[in-house]
Antibody, heavy 120, light 109 residues
Framework: QVTLKESGPGILQPSQTLSLTCSFSGFSLSTSGMGVGWIRQPSGKGLEWLAHIWWDDDKRYNPALKSRLTISKDTSSNQVFLKIASVDTADTATYYC????????????WGQGTSVTVSS | QIVLTQSPAIMSASLGERVTMTCTASSSVSSSYLHWYQQKPGSSPKLWIYSTSNLASGVPARFSGSGSGTSYSLTISSMEAEDAATYYCHLYHRSPPMTFGGGTKLEIK
């Protein structure tokens, strides 16, 4: 059974660095062709892809946010991390992680999401 | 950079009505990498249709997907109450690797 669960600080102040963790089970990021990504959704708005990391440590970023994003993984602990530097109120959103196998590049399993509010 | 435009943004349908929504890409894309997700309020998105026309596990047969090139669509043959949701199309492409459409919110009339 594949599951993913996001965790984060809940609330943070402008200019701080947002650190998110995706803990997963039921698959391994050491498996060839496997990937995990991060997507966010401001309240009442659409989905925005942020970043993705593959089994071979290849990393891809949304060009609009690339300078502020860092994605990494710990294969042994089945976790993927995302850091967003210099947050502001526009980063307030629900953050999801999702699994994406290499075959069709579809996000076949999603976490429940973690809500992040940036406020002074 | 490829942009996905979904239309309409909001639509309503009566129970039993046939429903079609579209996703238009700004350039031709591979149908293998064009997918649809269903999202209901307060829940995570769910993979609904992958590679243009393949139903994800558990998706009712009244749903179908089609398309090629720049034009893709999701169709419900007969609207049911549980189908009310927002549907997003999603593309994997070379660069940037991923993008979502703005979504179509489907309501019951």
């Amino acid at each position: 059974q594949v599951t993913l669960k996001e965790s984060g600080p809940g609330i943070l102040q402008p200019s701080q660095t947002l650190s998110l963790t995706c803990s997963f089970s039921g698959f391994s990021l050491s498996t060839s062709g496997m990937g995990v990504g991060w997507i966010r959704q401001p309240s009442g708005k659409g989905l925005e892809w942020l970043a993705h990391i593959w089994w071979d440590d290849d990393k891809r970023y949304n060009p609009a946010l690339k300078s502020r994003l860092t994605i990494s993984k710990d294969t042994s602990s089945n976790q993927v991390f995302l850091k967003i530097a210099s947050v502001d109120t526009a980063d307030t959103a629900t953050y999801y992680c999702a699994r994406m196998p290499y075959d069709y590049y579809a996000m076949d399993y999603w976490g429940q999401g973690t809500s992040v509010t940036v406020s002074s | 950079q490829i942009v996905l435009t979904q239309s309409p943004a909001i639509m309503s349908a009566s129970l039993g009505e046939r429903v079609t929504m579209t996703c238009t890409a700004s350039s031709s894309v591979s149908s293998s990498y064009l997918h649809w997700y269903q999202q209901k309020p307060g829940s995570s998105p769910k993979l609904w249709i992958y590679s243009t026309s393949n139903l994800a596990s558990g998706v009712p047969a009244r749903f179908s997907g089609s398309g090629s090139g720049t034009s893709y669509s999701l169709t419900i043959s007969s609207m049911e109450a549980e189908d009310a949701a927002t549907y997003y199309c999603h593309l994997y492409h070379r660069s940037p690797p991923m993008t979502f459409g703005g979504g179509t919110k489907l309501e019951i009339k």
